[in-house]
């Protein structure tokens, strides 16, 4: 009589145990919604980060690029957890399992399934609110996208391994190039017949030569102008 009121007992709490697990508890997020997930929010960060390296000046594009950073912030925490805190087999195996999985367990198996989906607050209506507000966010962005056009790309101090790969690139000087460069290419307005006049000064033996001889080496100066004459201080001495 024991044994029979032992099992009945046992059986009872295994029966409630799963009831309870499938009446309340989330269920885990697929996979697929799971890489799904990765793949948005690289998307956005590669546009973050495309947009940090220039040099924004409107208040609208920093107040949109700081609601981005907050919707991937989100996302990784969401991301983190949900890869932390779910098994590979529950994520590729429970919709095939379904209710069925769980009446089968015994009472230390579905205790532990409790114990541990209970510590995870995201299931897969949290994870397809994600996925949503991503999609809004990425269809958001190419009028941004465009107008960060608009901005410069950064310039940065080039290694001295520069030399090994690229030909006629003048060491530690490609932000004063571009600036020469910008300062060629300007269009005068067509009513003006001033020259503009862009002093280089500084000591002897720096580089001033060498700058504006790759400046005007460059394609985009060439292709600008139909005619380049570069003189130098013996030009000038000999007439």
Known sequence: ???ITSGIMGELATRSLSFLIDRYLKPAPSEVGIKQ???????????????????????????????????????YYMLDSLILRIP??????EKEHGVSHFLSLSISRAAKRFCFRTGCKYGT????????????????MSEFLIVLRNYPPPMFRQPYSTYMFIEKCMFGRQLEMERVIN???HEEPPVHYDFGVLPIVGPG????????????????VRSHFSHVIFLSDNDF???
């Open 125 to 140: 209506e949290s994870l397809e609110k994600m996925l949503e507000s991503l999609e809004i966010t990425i269809a958001g």
């Open 37 to 75: 997930l990765q793949w948005m929010l690289l998307r956005v960060r590669l546009t973050i980060e495309e947009a940090e390296g220039r040099c924004i000046t409107s208040q609208a594009m920093l107040h949109q690029l700081n609601i981005l950073r907050r919707v991937v912030y989100k996302g």
């Open 88 to 93: 590979e087999e529950e994520i590729s195996g």
């Open 183 to 185: 300062f060629l290419l």
């Open 1 to 3: 009589m024991e044994a």
């Open 205 to 220: 033996k720096v580089g001033k030569t060498t700058l504006v001889e790759h400046a005007q080496f460059d394609e985009r």
């Open 237 to 239: 001495r000999e007439v």
